[in-house]
């Protein structure tokens, strides 16, 4: 069946490519906050922490440590690689601001559903403008291996234009 003129082409959606992009931006995600709990950097930002905490006292039972990096994994690879796989069609621009433009929602949700959660205030204030700057460059960087990454993974190389050239 042939699309209707003037009508841009339907754009497939792959689950996939969006856990395996989400899982691939998850990683590398994963090294700067290691790295910073290493150097003892921020200690009050500490997402795996906060999750363990928040899920403990939703299940009413101390969750074990690991439970932080199986929900982090969770969340940025199941959560936001399948939102992602369904979003990005509408998203503007190439792979790489389509990443950057997820990267801000996902950071926005954060600081709107989860930093209140987590007893750190609406928008993290309790962390202070350090911690809210490290939340968005993260998401950024997480957004940025999402949108570069998606296209390869997803069976659609021909949308992983970095920039417009």
Request: with cysteine; hydrophobic share 55%; aromatic share 10%.
């Amino acid at each position: 069946m042939r699309e209707p003129q003037g009508l841009a082409p339907r754009r497939s959606v792959s689950l996939k490519g969006g856990l395996t992009a989400g899982f691939v931006a998850t990683v590398v995600l994963s090294f700067p906050m290691i790295g910073s709990s290493v150097l003892g950097r921020m200690p009050a930002l500490n997402p795996v922490g906060d999750i363990v905490r928040v899920a403990s006292a939703l299940a009413g039972v101390q969750l074990p440590a690991p439970f932080g990096w199986v929900g982090f994994f969770f969340i940025g690879a199941v959560v936001c690689g399948i939102a992602y796989a369904f979003v990005e069609p509408s998203l503007p621009g190439p792979a790489l601001v389509k990443g950057l433009v997820f990267g801000v929602f996902i950071w926005l949700a954060m600081m709107i559903v989860f930093m209140p959660v987590a007893g750190h205030g609406l928008f993290a204030t309790a962390l202070g403008l350090p911690g809210v700057a490290a939340t968005l460059v993260l998401h950024l960087v997480h957004g940025a291996v999402l949108g570069l990454t998606y296209p390869h993974v997803s069976g659609a190389p021909d949308r992983a234009e970095v920039w417009p050239g």
